[in-house]
């Protein structure tokens, strides 16, 4: 055990290649911005009312969403694959725990999730960013590891600074698969302790 390579690699490298699955889920879809649907009855709505055949319409928009397709399943996915490395690593835990922290775990993602639309009224993208960003910081100091937390800072900046969407997909997931090659390629912890 004292000479394992750091196991931070394996949720960094899910990380990022389940951004670049999001990418290239989402590359031949567009988000329906300028989509239009018209409920009877209405009150005037975001865009206000239209008058058809007596009946009041009310256009509503469905570009509020803001989250590319896919990401809060990648997030899920990225927990549960985390959770399961740690539990096959580790080989003491009883299953029951392992399912406790799993399904514990993506209650507390969806509840986020849900606050952050309700309460603070954060679109889909921001949301993602700082639940993944929360998760990095958990990590960090589950494994007591500087290298993670600056993965963490950097693909925070990644995540936020530029317009949101493909691009910011594609830095965060390089700057999170780059912390993965780097925990890869550090030495083991005993020879780093010998030297």
Do not use: H
Request: charged share 10%; aromatic share 12%.
């Amino acid at each position: 055990m004292g000479n394992e390579r750091p196991r931070y690699w394996f949720p960094l490298a899910l990380l990022g290649f389940a951004q670049l699955a999001v990418v290239a889920l989402s590359v031949g879809s567009r988000r329906s911005e300028g989509w239009f649907a018209y409920v009877p009855n209405g009150d005037g709505g975001m865009f206000g009312s239209v008058q058809s055949a007596g009946t009041p319409l009310t256009a509503v928009s469905a570009g509020a969403i803001g989250r590319m397709d896919n990401w809060l399943f990648a997030v899920f996915a990225v927990y549960l694959g985390t959770v399961l490395f740690y539990a096959l690593r580790t080989k003491t835990m009883p299953w029951w725990k392992v399912a406790a922290i799993a399904v514990g775990g993506l209650v507390a993602i969806a509840l986020a999730d849900l606050v952050g639309y309700w309460e603070f009224e954060l679109d889909g993208d921001t949301r993602s960013a700082i639940l993944l960003t929360v998760g990095l910081v958990l990590l960090a100091w589950l494994e007591r590891s500087v290298l993670v937390l600056v993965v963490a800072a950097a693909f925070v900046v990644c995540a936020v600074v530029p317009p949101q969407g493909q691009l910011a997909l594609v830095l965060s997931s390089l700057v999170a698969l780059a912390g993965a090659f780097a925990a890869l390629l550090s030495r083991p912890k005993a020879a780093a302790e010998e030297a």
